[in-house]
């Protein structure tokens, strides 16, 4: 309760005070009313927040900080019910501004209590990010900022709530009320994680319900380092390779370190200049406002010129990463490249480079990662990587270099981290299938498609006629033009040696059928940054899914009260449209028919349109089970209205009205 009605005084004490400067610019009377119950309202609540402070303050021990709170609090509290009573000005006055003074001396005892002492002058110091290694003290490093993060406001030395003491490791080793934290070398009896794995509504589960809780991460951390035997002394270096403690810890020591932001001396680019160097064929990105790195990535093997890298000259002084994959890189774009003195990453994988073509990389003394996979790099790369001083990562999956070549490298250069992919136990893996370019299944007559795969030398078979391609099958080379007229799904399958044939990948595309010149709704649906707009949804050519409908911009949602009232216009000479499809979907929590009625009227006047077509749904319950998982009562429907043969109609309007306290979900209109 202290917490929560301690925001009344702290707001309406101040409020009296600004309140005072305006007493000349308001009637006297309406100022001595209001000035009135704002005096009451405040002592009032001052008193309940004071008493409710009083039996709070009985849970941990009495420190320093705990009793200037206090009984600062309290004297703010007879000031205030003080006030009630004064009836000259300057004495009011005199008495409310010392009252303000107070309540920030009070609020900031309070907020030491719960969040530490530097709570609100942290963020106005520069801390100095320290970098961990393998030397900094496992508990130090790792456990101690957990336990700070998650338990330190209730457990510090203002504040011992349980009569434990966090803020320390001597505090940690005292124990509380309930004994000590932990038992080294025992975790399963230690009292630390007794308390995190009990049930968090049970009252004695630490982090109380409500409060920030450990991750599993931080369990498993927290865990291992009391097996290992609760030393705050020991270090990453001192434990052998296979310890549970020191493989955890590894990997929270290269993410925390590689999550440390870089400060760079050199200057900014101008933004004009970086504006300039973008094309559709180069990206050139600095990485944050606060700072002058650019990240340029280049693509197209097909459109790439030389002139992509050397146009980069104005800024190489600021090109920190660099991605060049794919690309015809040859020696001379290597010596560009060497010129850029800050380059910290640079990719050139499935690039045409050579060990030798590499040799002038010797002057990146800043690179950390270069990234080789899939070139035509050997062994003797070794010459390079020992001009490279801050080199921490090196790529080399799916190069000539075998894996005795890079044993021998990893003993030479025990710095450098090599990734050499994924190590076959002998047994051929599956391709992952084909994917769709353009990712649209929506398409016009005589619209082409284009089919791809994520990996390199692939080769795609395909059928159009439902039958499942084999490696007989037609091979995909260029864009394939669909033939909307054939209802037989789209089939392809992906092939390379060594490798076991993918899935299949099965394409249904569906006639987009005419699109409207103007599209109107009466309301777009329901105002949600979740959901979409229905002037879009309903004619991008772009199907949600099969599965339940969802709060995605995918869908637009509609009530009982603000139905779909949409109306198309096909302009003065429009097309002969035979039949219209209405999609909606049902939300997977729902459990009735949502869609009351469906009305679709059409016209040459939007204001004398004529009734074509009413559907009523009767709001039956939906099939389901308790866990609401998608199953076909939930599908998305499809209704078909026929248009009459021989009419023409220059507008449509389709009405979709859900029933009561229930939500449509719309996703496309097609007019065939």
């Known amino acids: 309760m202290h917490p929560l009605v301690l925001h009344f005084p702290i707001a309406f004490i101040v409020l009296l005070a600004i309140f005072s400067f305006f007493k000349k610019q308001i009637e006297a009377e309406t100022y001595k009313n209001i000035n009135r119950f704002l005096i009451v309202f405040t002592a009032f609540t001052t008193v309940i927040a004071t008493i409710m402070g009083l039996f709070l303050s009985m849970e941990g021990d009495t420190t320093d900080l705990m009793t200037l709170h206090k009984w600062f609090g309290v ?227 097909e459109t790439y010129r030389p002139e992509f890298l050397t146009d980069l000259s104005s800024i190489k002084e600021q090109i920190v990463s660099l991605n060049l994959s794919f690309l015809p890189v040859d020696k001379s774009s290597i010596d560009f490249i060497s010129s850029l003195s800050n380059l910290n990453n640079l990719l050139l994988n499935f690039t045409d480079v050579t060990t030798n073509d590499l040799s002038g990389l010797k002057t990146c003394v800043n690179l950390k990662t270069l990234s080789l996979s899939g070139t035509k790099v050997d062994v003797e790369i070794k010459d390079l990587l020992k001009q490279l001083p801050k080199l921490e990562t090196l790529y080399l999956w799916n190069t000539e270099i075998n894996n005795e070549a890079i044993d021998g490298l990893k003993l030479e250069f025990p710095n450098v981290h090599f990734e050499t992919g994924f190590k076959s136990d002998g047994k051929a893996l599956k391709l992952t299938p084909p994917v769709l370019l353009s990712e649209k299944t929506i398409i016009s007559k005589g619209d082409f498609i284009e089919l791809g795969h994520k990996m390199p030398g692939v080769e795609i078979r395909y059928t159009t006629d439902g039958t499942v391609p084999t490696k007989s099958s037609k091979l995909f080379k260029t864009p394939i033009q669909v033939d909307l007229k054939n209802k037989k799904p789209f089939k392809a399958i992906a092939y390379k040696k060594g490798w076991l044939a993918s899935n299949v990948k099965t394409i249904k595309f569906i006639d987009k059928g005419y699109t409207p010149k103007q599209f109107e709704v009466t309301y777009e649906g329901e105002n949600n940054e979740f959901i979409g707009v229905a002037s879009r949804i309903l004619i991008d050519h772009n199907k949600a899914g099969n599965g339940t409908a969802n709060s995605t911009p995918s869908w637009a949602a509609f009530n009982f009260n603000n139905p779909l009232n949409a109306l198309a216009y096909f302009g003065e000479n429009p097309p002969t449209i035979k039949h219209i499809i209405f999609n909606y979907g049902v939300h997977k929590w729902s459990k009735t028919e949502p869609l009351a009625t469906l009305e679709v009227w059409a016209g040459q006047d939007k204001n004398n349109l004529t009734l074509l077509k009413q559907i009523k749904k009767t709001p039956r319950k939906l099939k389901g089970d308790k866990k609401n998982q998608d199953i076909e009562d939930k599908r998305p429907r499809r209704l078909k209205i026929e248009v009459p043969k021989n009419k023409i109609f220059k507008y449509y309007k389709i009405i979709a009205t859900p029933h009561k306290k229930s939500r449509i979900y719309v996703d496309q209109l097609y007019f065939y």
């Open 75 to 301: 004297g703010i509290c007879f000031l205030v019910y003080v006030l009630t009573f004064v009836k000259k000005e300057k004495v009011f006055n005199a008495l409310l501004y010392v009252g303000v003074i107070g309540v920030v001396f009070v609020g900031h005892y309070g907020a030491g209590l719960t969040h530490g002492t530097n709570f609100i002058t942290e963020p106005l110091v520069k801390t100095k990010v320290v970098k961990l290694n393998e030397e900094t003290p496992i508990f130090q490093g790792f456990v101690k900022p957990v336990l700070d993060s998650k338990c330190l406001s209730c457990h510090n030395s203002e504040k011992r709530k349980g009569e434990l003491d966090m803020s320390s490791f001597e505090g940690m080793m005292h124990g509380g009320k309930g004994g000590k934290l932990w038992i080294a070398g025992n975790p399963e009896k230690s009292a630390l994680l007794k308390r995190v794995h009990l049930p968090e509504d049970n009252k004695k589960h630490m982090p109380p319900q409500g409060k920030k809780q450990l991750t599993k991460g931080e369990i498993q951390l927290i865990n291992a380092w009391i097996k290992q035997g609760a030393d705050n002394k020991i270090a990453l270096a001192q434990l052998p390779e296979e310890d549970g403690l020191k493989q955890i810890t590894s990997k929270l020591l290269a993410s925390k370190n590689k999550s440390i932001e870089p400060v760079f001396a050199f200057n900014f680019a101008k933004t004009e200049i970086i504006d300039g160097l973008q094309n559709p064929f180069r990206s050139v990105i600095q990485k944050s406002p606060a700072s002058p790195a650019i990240e340029v990535v280049i693509n197209g093997r």
